[in-house]
T-cell receptor
Framework: GAVVSQHPSWVICKSGTSVKIECRSL??????MFWYRQFPKQSLMLMAT?????????EQGVEKDKFLINHASLTLSTLTVTSAHPEDSSFYIC???????????FGPGTRLLVL | GESVGLHLPTLSVQEGDNSIINCAYS??????FIWYKQESGKGPQFIID?????DKRQGQRVTVLLNKTVKHLSLQIAATQPGDSAVYFC??????????FGPGTRLSVLP
């Protein structure tokens, strides 16, 4: 299957700082990328959907000024958690899809711990 | 909206037995389905997919069955191994829209 990478895999930061997470599709062009958040023992919660070159579409309850998403190229999307607080600590997973109607492939996830 | 699970159902099977994981999907018009496997601390991994014009698809040790009449999807794992222990999610898709994920089932393989 297609490969999606995320960087970093782990990040620990102080409260109030911003953290950027990168998501890359390594062997295909991702017209659409998705960002999820996952709490322990729970399912995936979609945060936002981004199409290359367009503004991201955020799910209800997700603050777009808090979670900045940039999808500047067909292989890279970034999620920036601004002014992170301990409640933002979570497992963030990106996913990418080449063409609508095709499979969605996930990155390995980034675990964020805000102290 | 997207599915948000609360407490995951758990399936425990003996090593070497066959596992059957079930999923009820929500939209009768969904035309594409995927099963994902998520191990602890990792992102979901694509296992197998099936389109609505099929009712069965086989992979290596895995089989997906689709019953559109009752909107039911199942994943069968043959000769379950310890490495199969994970959370399994089904996902449904309609006409290229965003996938909707099920709450997940935790598979525990007993020695």
């Amino acid at each position: 299957g297609a490969v999606v990478s995320q960087h970093p895999s782990w990040v620990i930061c102080k409260s109030g700082t911003s953290v950027k997470i990168e998501c890359r599709s390594l062997d295909f062009q991702a017209t659409t990328m998705f960002w999820y958040r996952q709490f322990p023992k729970q399912s995936l919660m979609l945060m936002a959907t981004s199409n290359e070159g367009s503004k991201a579409t955020y799910e209800q309850g997700v603050e777009k000024d808090k979670f900045l998403i940039n999808h500047a190229s067909l292989t890279l999307s970034t999620l920036t958690v601004t002014s992170a607080h301990p409640e933002d600590s979570s497992f963030y997973i990106c996913s990418a899809r080449g063409v609508a109607g095709e499979a969605q492939y996930f990155g390995p996830g980034t675990r964020l711990l805000v102290l | 909206g997207e599915s948000v699970g609360l407490h995951l159902p758990t399936l425990s099977v003996q090593e070497g037995d066959n596992s059957i994981i079930n999923c009820a999907y929500s939209n009768s018009a969904s035309d594409y389905f995927i099963w994902y496997k998520q191990e602890s601390g990792k992102g979901p991994q694509f296992i197998i997919d099936i389109r609505s014009n099929m009712d069965k698809r086989q992979g290596q040790r895995v089989t997906v069955l689709l019953n559109k009449t009752v909107k039911h999807l199942s994943l069968q794992i043959a000769a379950t191994q310890p490495g199969d222990s994970a959370v399994y999610f089904c996902a449904e898709n309609l006409l290229g829209q965003n996938f909707v994920f099920g709450p997940g089932t935790r598979l525990s393989v007993l020695p």
